[in-house]
């Protein structure tokens, strides 16, 4: 099937940066109608073209727009892969990024997380995945505890993984003139593919639901 993203052309990037700072109201009207064809619809087309690739991004979502600022500056996608497991995009005046994401998790999931984490087994792994995206220069961030939660020993050979509440790794595309091409498409499926590991521990040790087939 022939794709649909045809990229990011300059225009988008002119539309954003009259949204740049704190924009009135006035120039989000105005804007509104360039920034949906310019900056919004290539952001459908694009995850429309990976969901045909990857059964992964088919469980999809792309932002519209909020009361504030920082959504009009900002078109955010999300694919669901598990619950609270997410591959996220964000396009803005940076370029585009991309993300393996766990976040916004209840307390048990949260427990989930640290018993894999301490398992010697799953932890290990953890490990090594986390280690290896940061060789291949993902950020690897998220929500921290100060100290390390009381039931586990403050020395525990994986002690900064047990303080993680939420685990993110981003990798920033930037904003080259390969955002203006198709590319793209193939660029975001080969970050899934570094990303896939992370997801398919979240989702194994993580998730409570049956999670979509995340494929090889």
């Known amino acids: 099937m022939p794709r649909q993203f045809a990229g990011w052309d300059e225009s988008a990037f002119d539309v954003l940066l009259r949204l740049d700072g704190e924009p009135s109201q006035e120039v989000m009207r105005e804007t509104r109608k360039d920034r949906?064809?310019?900056?919004?619809?290539?952001?459908?087309?694009?995850?429309?073209?990976?969901?045909?690739?990857?059964?992964?991004?088919?469980?999809?979502?792309?932002?519209?727009?909020?009361?504030?600022?920082?959504?009009?500056?900002?078109?955010?996608?999300?694919?669901?892969?598990?619950?609270?497991?997410?591959?996220?995009?964000?396009?803005?005046?940076?370029?585009?990024?991309?993300?393996?994401?766990?976040?916004?998790?209840?307390?048990?999931?949260?427990?989930?997380?640290?018993?894999?984490?301490?398992?010697?087994?799953?932890?290990?792994?953890?490990?090594?995945?986390v280690a290896e995206l940061r060789g291949r220069g993902f950020e690897i961030t998220g929500d921290l505890l100060k100290r390390v939660p009381r039931e586990y020993p403050a020395d525990h050979p994986r002690a900064a993984l047990l303080r993680h509440r939420s685990l993110l790794a981003v990798r920033h595309l930037g904003s080259d003139e390969r955002l203006h091409t198709p590319e793209v498409v193939d660029r975001v499926l080969a970050t899934y593919g570094e990303l896939r590991p992370l997801l398919t521990w979240l989702t194994t040790h993580v998730a409570a639901c049956v999670p979509p087939a995340i494929s090889d």
């Open 36 to 129: 949906e064809r310019l900056v919004r619809q290539p952001m459908v087309s694009l995850l429309h073209d990976l969901a045909w690739e990857d059964p992964a991004f088919e469980d999809h979502s792309v932002w519209r727009y909020g009361k504030t600022p920082w959504w009009w500056q900002n078109q955010s996608a999300v694919a669901r892969i598990a619950r609270n497991i997410e591959i996220g995009l964000r396009f803005n005046l940076d370029g585009l990024r991309v993300q393996g994401a766990w976040w916004y998790a209840d307390s048990e999931q949260i427990s989930r997380f640290r018993a894999a984490v301490a398992a010697e087994a799953s932890g290990r792994v953890l490990v090594d995945v």
